[in-house]
RNA sequence: GCGGGUGUAGUCUAGUGGUUAGGACGGGGGCUUCCCAAGCCUCUGACCCGGGUUCGAAUCCCGGCACCCGCACCA
């Protein structure tokens, strides 16, 4: 039995040497928080995101973003991650200890979240807020930004997105009018994130530029949400009490621990989990404590999976409300809103105006269009009127209108929509799928990626059983055969047959392709399963078909035909 | 950021002031080889960076960078 840290150190051999990623920029000294993904690693990450969009974007029928890395200033003060992402942090003269300054004024001051650095440091100075760890003189607060800042052109300040989420958000009446105007509506969209983290640690789980996958899904409340086919799908489910739960999707919802959105989610991130290979044995869905929720967030469940670094989030689901949408609403004046049609027009009488274009028109000249146009379309309460012409307050005299009473048909009402957010750390979920698939074979000590077929980089060996003509020759001829199939792979011939195997097994190659002797007489070659190490001969003719249903799981080793 | 530890070929490592820094695995070439890292020959390749001490530094000291463990942070 090995233990959980040898894992770590040989997950971390293999991948460096084989070429899954490693850090960046070493010929400079590196810079934490930062990786290179290699060929394996690069064609790894591209098949889990492939996965990811068939199942989360296709098969859902939501709707694909792209949207920039940068954005400006504004947006990420209507998102509240300018505000929210800037800490100050004081230092202890003494012991050297960081705090959060506003952590420690808690019980002292209201709201010391809200101090500046000046306010923060008089308040330290006055109730002689001394370090909690061994009472020394504590630093003036400094500024500590999780949000990477830039500049576009000359002087206008940006930020660097620490989620691709806002560039869905203020996209949402383009995505509803593209859905034409229904709800439920998912977007998606793949993408780096970036977060200047005090401290990356741990490879490819803390980065500082990373992959996510994120989506939005716009919901009205008032609709019910189906939970379709994953109903029955079993739930791993520690609530912030600390109560374990192993229910059924459906049982979540009746049981009010999950919102039906939040169930449907969670349901379809463990079939989407064990497609790619992840041990669902080792996956549970963790609520936030109150004071872990992010500043957006109502509740949020973190996916998280058992590694060697202990239980990790992967994937984070939160129920964002209307948060995102009315903050771009307030900060950019735009109507972000929905339409909710009603099941039959509601009636209702209500008073209006009708505009007196005679009294108008000479008053107000130019204005008075508009002025008429703003008259009629408002409800009419009673009392003096007043309207707001571009920022001018107008009094419009009495004899300018008359009130008259219409029955008015109204077919909806406008609303912010909900919002349910599955965000997927892609480079947690890369690492992940590599701990779990990691093993070494009982007798020889060899290690195996089991990844899956779907996900392995490279798909098949193919091989001379010895490196001798007319082996070598044919094995290249039906490497460029597998090739032109559009199956990754590879040919190798050095060594013998064994350690070809075994260093495909290293990569996770799911199949290796051996040509023998038998091979000129019958044109057969065997497959070689790498789990099982069975092999089946098929022949050449069949065999582009054949690995390409393997490789996209279609059909299965154990159930191919020996057809020669 | 703090404390502790660490930094030698692609990988794992030996070397604690003194010649051309040693080994294993890997990788390339060759021989051998009829199915799971066999063997032989051969080649390849490293002291994290900068400064200091010293006649001389991989080795000692200082600084930086990075990694690991713990603390803090993780919206």
């Known amino acids: 039995m090995q233990s959980m840290n040898d894992i770590k150190l040989k997950i971390l051999e293999v991948t460096k040497r084989r070429g899954f990623y490693w850090k960046s ?3 400079y000294g590196g810079l934490g928080g930062f990786y290179d993904y290699g060929p394996l690693g690069a064609s790894l990450k591209d098949n889990i995101l492939q996965l990811w969009k068939d199942y989360f ?9 792209d949207s920039p890395n940068i954005g400006p200033e504004l947006l990420y003060i209507a998102s509240g991650h300018a505000e929210k992402f800037t800490d100050y942090m004081v230092k202890c003269k003494k012991c050297g200890h960081v705090f959060r300054a506003d952590e420690l004024l808690k019980g002292h001051v209201d709201n010391p979240e809200k101090l500046d650095a000046e306010g923060l440091w008089k308040n330290i100075k006055e109730k002689g807020i001394k370090c909690p760890d ?3 003189e504590l630093t003036y607060p400094e500024k500590f930004h999780l949000m990477f800042s830039t500049r576009v052109g000359m002087d206008k300040n940006a930020f ?3 989620e691709t989420a806002q560039g869905i958000f203020i996209n949402f009446p383009i995505f509803y009018r593209l859905n034409r105007e229904k709800l439920p509506l998912g977007v998606a969209q793949i993408g780096k994130g970036f977060r200047n983290e005090i401290s990356p640690r741990q490879g490819l789980l803390r980065l500082r530029e990373f992959n996510m996958a994120e989506i939005e899904v716009f919901i009205d409340p008032q609709e019910k949400f189906l939970l379709g086919d994953v109903r029955n799908i079993s739930l791993p489910l520690l609530t912030r009490e600390g109560k374990e739960y192993r229910i059924t999707v459906e049982q979540a919802v009746k049981m009010g621990i999950l919102s039906e959105p939040m169930a449907y989610f969670m349901g379809k991130i463990i079939i989407f989990l064990e497609k790619i290979g992840i041990d669902i044995k080792k996956v549970r869905f963790r609520q936030h404590s109150r004071e872990e929720l992010a500043h957006y967030s109502r509740d949020t469940w973190d996916c998280e999976v058992l590694l060697s670094y202990g239980w ?6 939160a129920d964002r409300g209307d948060y995102d949408l009315k903050r771009h609403m307030e900060y950019s004046g735009k109507d972000l809103r929905a339409f909710r049609r009603f099941k039959s027009p509601k009636k209702r009488k209500i008073k209006r105006l009708r505009a ?7 008053l107000f000249k130019n204005d008075a269009r508009k002025i008429a146009e703003i008259l009629e379309n408002m409800e009419y309460e009673g009392g003096n009127i007043e309207i707001l012409l571009e920022d001018r307050k107008i009094k419009i005299p009495k004899n300018a209108y008359e009130v008259v009473e219409i029955e008015e048909s109204v077919g909806g009402e406008r609303f912010i929509p909900q919002v349910i957010e599955p965000s997927f750390g892609i480079d947690r979920i890369l690492y992940a799928i590599l701990e779990h698939s990691y093993y070494e074979r009982k007798d020889s000590g060899y290690k195996v990626l089991k990844l899956k077929p779907r996900v392995a980089p490279i798909k098949a060996g193919i091989f001379p059983l010895v490196s001798k003509e007319p082996l070598t020759t044919k094995a290249l001829e039906i490497l460029k055969i597998i090739r032109d199939s559009g199956v990754s792979c590879y040919y190798d011939d050095s060594g013998s047959i064994g350690r070809r195997y075994a260093r495909a097994d290293e990569i996770g190659v799911p199949f290796c392709v051996t040509v023998d002797y038998t091979t000129e007489k019958d044109n057969t070659v065997t497959i070689r399963e790498r789990d099982s190490t069975l092999q089946k001969r098929v022949r050449i003719s069949e065999l582009p078909e054949i690995l390409e249903l393997l490789s996209d799981e279609k059909i299965n080793f154990e159930s191919l035909d020996e057809n020669v």
């Open 25 to 27: 920029y070493e010929i």
């Open 57 to 65: 974007v296709t098969k859902e029928g939501f709707l694909l973003l």
């Open 134 to 136: 061994c009472g020394g």
């Open 160 to 162: 660097l997105r620490p």
């Open 312 to 317: 990790v989030e992967i994937i984070g689901i």
């Open 356 to 362: 007196r274009m005679e009294i108008l028109g000479p």
